[in-house]
Nanobody, 121 residues
């Protein structure tokens, strides 16, 4: 079974930056597309960003475009989400997920447990 473990979430002030990491193990995740999602209190989980297996294709939700950047290092089996210009509206639990093909919906096969990001005003 594959495992995804997110890290890097913490409390940050508005306007600040964070980099989330997602470490993958147990499967050949280097051949998987990876996605980032988030869920704020009282809201449904929403798509944030996605990257295909070799990093050649990326996609973003409109709400984060220009502020967030997704990347991956297949040698380290790790995917990153660089988040800049954070606002309180970005407060959520952030999840990474893996899929055999690139997609921007939530139909991913593997999910991590999430990491909390809190942005104070």
């Amino acid at each position: 079974q594959g495992q995804l473990v997110e890290s890097g979430g913490r409390l940050v002030q508005a306007g600040g930056s964070l980099r989330l990491s997602c470490a993958a193990s147990g499967r050949a995740f280097s051949s998987y597309a990876m996605g980032w999602f988030r869920q704020a209190p009282g809201k449904e989980r929403e798509f944030v960003a996605a990257i295909n297996w070799n990093g050649g294709t990326t996609g973003y939700a409109d709400s984060v475009k220009g502020r967030f950047t997704v990347s991956r290092d297949n040698a380290k089996n790790t995917v990153y989400l660089q988040m800049n210009s954070l606002s309180p509206e970005d407060t959520a639990v952030y999840f990474c997920a893996a899929s055999l093909r690139y997609r921007t919906d939530s139909q991913y096969s593997y999910w991590g447990q999430g990491t909390q990001v809190t942005v104070s005003s």
